[in-house]
């Protein structure tokens, strides 16, 4: 009877093992998934500003230095690539300082455009910043989710008894975005 005792307790515990081992993976791929859906809106901005310097371009005599400073910007944030199985804090803060860099290059183009009112008029440029606008409004939805699957990832992986299935399998922890340095201050916009 003891004996089948021994097996009753190791089968229970290897069936636990199991099922935590398996729920990590689950909560592992929920962030992949979070961070594959940042990327995909990251890439949805980067595809549509050729489209926005374009119709900027053509709509008027536009300072050279703020294009440029869009395209270059542009050009840094898209050269940046992570894996998601292989995010660390320090290269999502350089990720970000390339998205960050980008948004204010942008910024300083919309900004700009207010002294062009044939270009605001325009309905190719209307659209465009309609679409970037949303974007933007994605990028921060995907970076909640991501945040909120890190977080319930990285809450799960450390909890008692799962931290010890977690530690011997090598799950790690998943960093968060977190706002720039500056961005409790309002932007200021000069005209």
Do not use: C, H
């Amino acid at each position: 009877m003891k004996k089948y005792a021994i097996w009753i307790v190791l089968g229970v515990i290897l069936l636990w093992a199991i099922v935590a081992y398996n729920g990590l993976i689950g909560s592992k791929e929920t962030v992949n998934k979070s961070w594959s859906n940042v990327e995909n809106q990251y890439q949805r901005r980067a595809d549509l500003i050729p489209n926005l310097v374009n119709t900027v371009k053509g709509a008027a005599d536009f300072e050279k230095s703020t294009l440029e400073a869009v395209t270059q910007a542009r050009a840094n944030a898209t050269g940046i690539k992570l894996d998601a199985n292989d995010l660390t804090p320090e290269k999502l803060q350089q990720f970000e300082q390339a998205q960050a860099q980008l948004s204010g290059a942008l910024s300083r183009l919309l900004v700009s455009v207010e002294k062009y009112p044939d270009l605001k008029a325009t309905q190719n440029f209307q659209e465009l910043q309609s679409q970037l606008e949303g974007t933007e409004n994605r990028i921060n939805e995907a970076r909640r989710q991501y945040n909120d699957a890190a977080q319930a990832y990285n809450e799960g992986r450390q909890k008692f008894p799962k931290v010890i299935i977690a530690n011997l399998f090598g799950f790690t922890s998943r960093p968060y975005f977190e706002a720039a340095k500056g961005a409790d201050k309002a932007p200021e916009v000069k005209f």
